[in-house]
Every structure is written in C-alpha cells, then in structure tokens.
Nanobody, 121 residues
C-alpha cells in the first residue's frame, strides 16, 4: 500500500504563488508517473500536470508557463509550484501516483486527500 499526504494549499491573492507538496510512503518498486489533478466546484476533475519516471513533464494549456511540476532526488515527494495564480485556478488539488509494487505488477493508482487552493481577485 502507498499513502500520499498533500500539503501547501491555502488562500492567495491573484498574482501570488503557492507550492503544493505530495509525500509518499509505503512500498513502491517503480513509478510510472506522478500527476496533479484539480477539481473546481461544479466541474469535473482535470489533469493539470504530469511528470514521468524519466522526468518528462506535461501541462494542461491553461497552466503552461505558470506551473512547474518536479520531484525531489529521492522521488518520494512531488511538488507543484504555482505562480501568477488566477481566480480560475481555485480548486481542490489532488496528487495521483501511478506505481508498481514489483517488476511484474500492473500499475496501481493512488490518490492524495486533496488540498484546497483559493485565489481571490
């Protein structure tokens, strides 16, 4: 089992910055990808950013140039640096890890508990 604990959300004014963290514990043999999703009130959950085991990153268009996904050297924590925040970025942010328990295992998805981000105008 893998546990993901998120931190770093909060209230910020438009134009401000926040950094979200998602720390993993438990048994992980390998990581396929680490993702950040968000879900705004009344909307579907959307994929915001991805970083693969090879450190390749992708972003949804609305956050390109403003958000940066990264990991620490131990690859047990993933971050989302959010700059130039806009009211439209207001949502609950969730980390998602796609990992394998051993060489022959299928990938499993694990989710953090969610951390709210509110951007005021």
């Amino acid at each position: 089992q893998v546990q993901l604990v998120e931190s770093g959300g909060g209230l910020v004014q438009a134009g401000g910055s926040l950094r979200l963290s998602c720390a993993a514990s438990g048994s992980i043999f390998s990581i396929d990808a680490m993702n950040w999703y968000r879900q705004a009130p009344g909307k579907q959950r959307e994929l915001v950013a991805t970083i693969t085991s090879g450190s390749s990153t992708t972003y949804t268009d609305s956050v390109k140039g403003r958000f940066t996904i990264s990991t620490n050297n131990a690859k047990n924590t993933v971050y989302l640096q959010m700059n130039s925040l806009k009211p439209d970025d207001t949502a609950v942010y969730y980390c998602n890890w796609v990992v394998r328990a051993n060489l022959f295992a299928s990938p499993n998805n694990y989710w953090g508990q969610g951390t709210p981000v509110t951007v005021s105008a």
